[in-house]
């Protein structure tokens, strides 16, 4: 899927209140982990509500290039009938990861320790980013890797014909290099460690365990330590995949930002390791509220609802808060621009190793609409305008990232004049029915012609 050959700008403006029920897809995290733990299960898993966008779709394709059947039954369900743990087959082919960063760091983790061989590859986004992170822990095991100058992709990786597991302290806020380390511990004989100092997403860690593995995690001095035991048989789940916190950022901030909206976002994951963005929102004074707060599959699970926020105030986002909000900081920025005072986001590097650098991506997009932004290696702060002093007018770049080009939609809804990208296909990677799900609730958003 990698490419996005054909541009397509977009274009949003001011209309009426946003309202209604907004259905966002299945959490991106979790599609990818359902598709790559079913693969490695003995027999068949059953996903519902998996989210069909291009990076997961990449996943699907080489779970099947590893020789795992994977079929789609419509509908977002499938089913995978899994190889075992150390069962991949060595792809015949190059494995294209697209624009996905966790696809391709968590399936290089679980082909490392298998004796096979392959080649992976992405986008020109995907091609810039830092693959060593993963690589580096890899070689503990005995992983062999020859790639691009820097650890970029196009990479090849040898696994490990006899791997050792290994103790091993993520240096990086990662999520998907804790999980890269986990899958390729699995294949290891013996416990596999590793140590984070800030907590990052554990979808990896509660997934591993439905599907069996022997996995524990503790909290301690040194951070959270989490140890896996190597060789488990996994037994297929049955998984209803959660909706997207990270998705159901951008119709709940375009309500804040939208005169006289109200809107319904309905059975979104809260699990405290995703959802920072509401907790900054309802501190910034959004009208954001949980309904129907509950558990589903042994998850937090409420039904948002946004209206229109006028009197929204600058805030200084808690570091600590960074991992459980840092795809949101895109969009977060975009709200405080119509807050009043300075929203000052600190503590966020990993910004820099995105799809684009975010920070730069959106601190250029905001300027041009008029928006003052400041910004350090770490950390960017936002001089909000209140809610009708945006003036918007710019042509943004989108840099082959989603959440830019979808930050930028959401501020053309809220500011004086209309807000463009130069391209709007990479929305297609992780909230293909952005546009439609928008235009339901009454936003004003087009495709032009290039
Ligand atoms: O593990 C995951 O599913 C993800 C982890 C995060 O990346 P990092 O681990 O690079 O922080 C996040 O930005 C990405 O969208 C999804
Ligand atoms: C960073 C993201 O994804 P990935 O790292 O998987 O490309 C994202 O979806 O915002």
Redesign the pocket.
């Known amino acids: 899927m990698s490419g996005h050959s054909t541009p397509i700008p977009m274009t949003s403006r001011r209309a009426g209140p946003l309202t209604g029920v907004a259905e966002v897809p299945g959490d ?2 979790i599609s ?2 359902a598709l790559i733990l079913g693969a490695l299960a003995v027999g068949e898993t059953r996903i519902t509500g998996l989210l069909e966008g291009e990076d997961v779709l990449d996943t699907a394709k080489a779970m099947r290039a590893f020789g795992a059947e994977v079929t789609d039954h419509g509908g977002g369900e499938w089913t995978v009938h899994g190889v075992g743990v150390g069962g991949f087959q060595e792809p015949d082919n190059v494995i294209d990861c697209g624009n996905s ?2 696809g391709v ?2 399936i290089m983790g679980v082909m490392a320790t298998q004796p096979i061989t392959a080649t992976f590859t992405g986008d020109a986004s995907l091609n810039k980013r830092p693959m060593a992170r993963v690589t580096d822990p890899l070689a503990l095991f005995g992983t062999q890797t020859v790639g691009r100058s820097g650890g970029r992709l196009p990479m090849t990786l040898v696994g490990a014909a006899d791997p050792i597991p290994v103790r091993y302290e993520v240096p990086v ?7 890269a380390v986990l899958l390729a511990g699995l294949n290891a004989p013996g416990q596999t460690v590793v140590i984070e100092r800030e907590a ?2 554990d ?2 860690e509660r997934m591993l365990a439905g599907f069996g593995a022997e996995i524990t995690v503790e909290d301690t001095d040194e951070g959270r330590v989490i140890t896996l035991t190597g060789q488990p048989e996994l037994k297929p789940q049955v998984i209803a995949v959660p909706r997207d916190p ?1 998705s159901a950022a951008f119709p709940v901030c375009a309500a804040l930002v939208t005169p006289g909206s109200d809107v319904l976002v309905p059975g979104i994951g809260l699990n405290p390791t995703r959802a920072g963005l509401f907790t900054t929102l309802r501190e910034m004074g959004a009208d954001l509220t949980y309904e129907n707060e509950r558990e589903e599959g042994g998850e937090p699970v409420a039904d948002l609802r946004a209206k229109f926020s006028p009197n929204m105030k600058g805030i200084d986002v808690p570091p600590a808060r960074a ?1 459980s909000m ?2 949101e900081y895109p969009v977060l920025s975009v709200v405080a621009s119509f807050a009043t005072g300075t929203t000052m986001m600190a503590g966020v590097k ?1 910004l820099r ?2 799809e684009s650098d975010r920070i730069d991506a959106m601190a250029r997009g905001l300027r041009a609409n008029g928006v003052t932004v400041d910004e350090g290696e770490d950390w960017w702060s936002v001089e909000g305008l209140g809610p009708d002093g945006v003036p918007g007018g710019a042509t943004c770049e989108s840099f082959l990232d989603h959440r830019i080009a979808m930050s930028f939609m959401v501020m053309g809804f809220g500011a004086q004049k209309a807000v463009s990208v130069d391209d709007g296909s990479p929305i297609a990677t992780s909230f293909p029915i952005f546009e439609d799900l928008m235009r339901n609730l009454g936003a004003q958003i087009e495709r032009r012609n290039s």
Not at 173 to 179: D, F, N, T
């Open positions: 991106k995290s990818h982990r960063g966790t760091r968590l806020p990662s999520a998907q290099v804790k999980s990052t997403r979808h990896s990270s991992a840092i795809d990993e190793v995105k």
